[in-house]
């Protein structure tokens, strides 16, 4: 059951697709679910900044709740100045909204991030 369980989760993971990933930074996947609102799933990774290392500007299809779980990141939303989040903290970015995240500490950053979105889309879209 166990086994089913884990393959059933990699499987879902596998057809929600994830931003493409630049040198220092990594998003994994953690789990994909449906939810009750139809069309829509919650998709939780750990993304993993070196120092330095920027997201890439890019846009969701639903919502961003995140929670550094270790260092700093500068988050940069359109339309608004930026602003340093740190271990411990949580932020929200609202859906279609161009956005970035950049370690701006010493050491490596680490975020848990949950996504709503629409079911079937990419996790997340870049911008230039």
């Known amino acids: 059951m166990k086994t089913q369980h884990i393959l059933i989760t990699l499987a879902a993971l596998v057809s929600v697709p994830l931003l493409a990933q630049?040198?220092?930074?990594?998003?994994?996947?953690?789990?994909?679910q449906d939810l009750s609102?139809?069309?829509k799933v919650a998709v939780q990774a750990r993304a993993e900044f070196d120092p330095g290392v920027a997201a890439?500007?890019?846009t969701h299809p639903?919502?961003?709740?995140?929670?550094v779980l270790e260092g700093q990141l500068e988050l940069r939303i359109d339309g608004q100045p930026p602003k340093i989040i740190k271990a411990?903290?949580?932020?929200?970015?609202?859906?279609g909204i161009v956005h970035d995240g950049i370690n701006t500490g010493t050491g490596k950053a680490k975020v848990?991030?949950?996504?709503?979105?629409e079911k079937g889309k990419p996790v997340a879209t870049p911008v230039k």
């Open 88 to 95: 411990g903290e949580t932020f929200f970015v609202p859906e």
């Open 37 to 39: 609102t139809p069309g």
């Open 56 to 58: 890439g500007r890019h």
């Open 112 to 117: 848990l991030a949950t996504y709503v979105v």
């Open 22 to 32: 630049q040198a220092g930074f990594t998003r994994v996947g953690l789990q994909t």
């Open 62 to 67: 639903g919502e961003e709740l995140g929670y």
